[in-house]
């Protein structure tokens, strides 16, 4: 990422083609939940999950609420999100002004879609000129102060800068931290979100390796959800294989990126495979999920991964890179054929060899110019005078998701 955005279910396996169909619930409908949410609804909506990173900001707005009618997405990722990188400061009143907009529209076209908001795994000195409101401190036990957040009570003391990238992981040990996620994270469930990813987790709790301030940061919000949310929860989600402890789950699903593998031979050819580094494929953790079910594997989605790149394009440098590129920009620069093919191969290849995974298609994502012919981003949309950039894969969608 490198911008800022202001940055049972019923399963036909036929050959190599694979269709979801579900039943409907007893509440109503296969969409259709309240307060806790069934492992059939949840695969509902995996099955049916767009990603449209920074969809609340987005210049081509109505074009892309049509792309999302039109190939029946159900589960809209990344809608709003911010990612924090150097000094910068963003306008949060603004920003959560447009998440709110932005899902009211959503809603309108469609009640039944779950919206994701992304509470990533950076902090910056930006952040210093943000508030902090009264009821933030009251959650925490705090007496309430006139007074920002603070960056520096953030910070990891030793240091630690994760990934890098311009950015700082927070220590979720720290107090601040968690006033932080938890003021974020209710500011969206008032904006109409039902889903927010809190990035990369591991990075933010090397001191709490039993996640005891993740268990009690995200059931602080679970219990403001159930009395403010839409349909009175919040689904959380994170870029890992799962976190567990005492067999409860920390996570309403979970969340991984693809990590295709190079085929020695075939240039810019890639495949999904067993095994290969860490990936999440047969190894999702199962326990009791927050809604009270229990699983042995939770139900997860597999995303084409987007971030830096290592300015080797078309190189095989192996693991985690597809031909020396982030996958998004391996897979824009791909010929439109293999586009839908690789798609196609990807969602099949899931299905058929992990039923607890679903491939999240990829409707809106930056890229790296550098690396995909000048490219700035993704747009699965058909080209058209709306959308002249468009990679033409949203009919490619429609007709994975409808089994043709």
């Given at each position: 990422?490198?911008?800022?955005?202001?940055?049972?279910i019923?399963?036909?396996?036929?050959?190599?083609?694979v269709?979801v169909?579900?039943?409907?619930?007893?509440s109503?409908?296969k969409?259709?939940?309240?307060g806790?949410?069934?492992?059939?609804?949840?695969?509902?909506y995996?099955?049916r999950s767009?990603?449209m990173l920074?969809?609340?900001?987005?210049?081509?707005?109505?074009?892309?609420?049509?792309?999302i009618?039109?190939?029946?997405?159900k589960?809209?990722?990344r809608?709003?999100?911010?990612?924090?990188?150097?000094?910068?400061?963003v306008?949060?009143?603004?920003?959560?002004?447009?998440?709110?907009k932005?899902?009211?529209r959503?809603?309108?076209?469609?009640?039944?879609?779950m919206?994701q908001?992304?509470i990533?795994?950076t902090?910056?000195?930006g952040?210093?000129?943000i508030?902090?409101?009264?009821?933030v401190?009251?959650?925490?036990?705090?007496?309430p102060?006139?007074r920002?957040f603070?960056?520096?009570?953030?910070?990891?003391?030793?240091?630690?800068?994760?990934?890098?990238?311009?950015c700082?992981?927070p220590?979720m040990?720290?107090?601040?931290?968690?006033?932080w996620?938890?003021?974020?994270g209710?500011?969206?469930?008032d904006?109409?979100?039902?889903?927010i990813?809190v990035?990369?987790?591991?990075?933010m709790d090397r001191?709490?390796?039993?996640h005891v301030?993740w268990f009690?940061?995200?059931?602080?919000?679970?219990?403001?959800?159930?009395?403010?949310a839409?349909?009175?929860?919040?689904?959380?989600?994170?870029q890992?294989?799962?976190i567990?402890e005492?067999?409860?789950?920390?996570l309403?699903?979970?969340?991984?990126?693809?990590r295709?593998?190079d085929v020695?031979?075939?240039p810019?050819?890639?495949?999904l495979e067993?095994?290969?580094?860490d990936t999440?494929?047969?190894?999702s953790a199962?326990?009791?999920?927050?809604?009270?079910?229990s699983?042995d594997?939770l139900?997860?989605?597999?995303?084409?991964?987007?971030?830096?790149?290592?300015?080797?394009?078309?190189?095989?440098?192996?693991f985690p890179?597809?031909?020396g590129m982030?996958?998004?920009?391996w897979?824009?620069?791909q010929?439109e054929e293999?586009h839908?093919?690789?798609?196609r191969?990807?969602?099949?290849?899931i299905?058929?060899?992990d039923p607890?995974?679903?491939?999240?298609?990829?409707?809106?994502?930056?890229?790296?110019?550098?690396?995909v012919r000048?490219a700035?981003?993704y747009?699965?949309?058909t080209k058209?005078?709306?959308?002249p950039?468009?990679?033409?894969?949203?009919?490619?969608?429609k007709a994975?998701w409808e089994?043709r």
């Amino acid at each position: 990422m490198k911008s800022i955005f202001a940055k049972g279910i019923i399963m036909l396996i036929i050959g190599m083609s694979v269709s979801v169909v579900a039943a409907d619930t007893a509440s109503g409908g296969k969409y259709a939940f309240d307060g806790k949410i069934s492992r059939e609804v949840l695969e509902n909506y995996l099955a049916r999950s767009l990603h449209m990173l920074g969809l609340a900001d987005s210049r081509q707005f109505d074009e892309d609420l049509r792309m999302i009618k039109n190939v029946g997405a159900k589960h809209i990722g990344r809608v709003a999100a911010i990612w924090w990188s150097g000094d910068v400061k963003v306008d949060v009143e603004a920003h959560f002004a447009n998440a709110k907009k932005a899902a009211e529209r959503l809603h309108k076209m469609d009640p039944e879609l779950m919206l994701q908001a992304c509470i990533f795994e950076t902090v910056s000195k930006g952040i210093n000129e943000i508030p902090i409101p009264a009821w933030v401190f009251e959650e925490f036990g705090q007496k309430p102060e006139a007074r920002n957040f603070r960056f520096e009570s953030m910070r990891y003391d030793d240091g630690y800068t994760g990934h890098g990238h311009g950015c700082n992981p927070p220590d979720m040990s720290k107090l601040e931290t968690k006033m932080w996620f938890y003021y974020c994270g209710r500011q969206y469930i008032d904006c109409g979100y039902e889903n927010i990813h809190v990035g990369m987790i591991g990075h933010m709790d090397r001191r709490d390796p039993k996640h005891v301030n993740w268990f009690d940061t995200l059931g602080r919000l679970r219990r403001y959800a159930a009395q403010n949310a839409r349909r009175h929860m919040v689904l959380f989600d994170s870029q890992l294989r799962g976190i567990a402890e005492d067999g409860k789950l920390l996570l309403d699903y979970h969340n991984m990126v693809l990590r295709p593998k190079d085929v020695i031979g075939s240039p810019e050819k890639c495949v999904l495979e067993m095994g290969y580094g860490d990936t999440i494929w047969g190894r999702s953790a199962g326990g009791v999920t927050p809604s009270g079910w229990s699983c042995d594997h939770l139900p997860y989605q597999a995303e084409i991964d987007n971030g830096y790149s290592p300015g080797e394009a078309g190189q095989n440098i192996g693991f985690p890179h597809a031909w020396g590129m982030i996958e998004i920009d391996w897979f824009a620069r791909q010929p439109e054929e293999y586009h839908s093919e690789w798609l196609r191969y990807a969602w099949n290849w899931i299905r058929k060899n992990d039923p607890n995974g679903y491939l999240q298609m990829q409707g809106s994502k930056c890229l790296n110019p550098s690396d995909v012919r000048g490219a700035k981003w993704y747009y699965a949309n058909t080209k058209s005078d709306s959308c002249p950039n468009g990679f033409n894969q949203e009919e490619t969608i429609k007709a994975i998701w409808e089994g043709r």
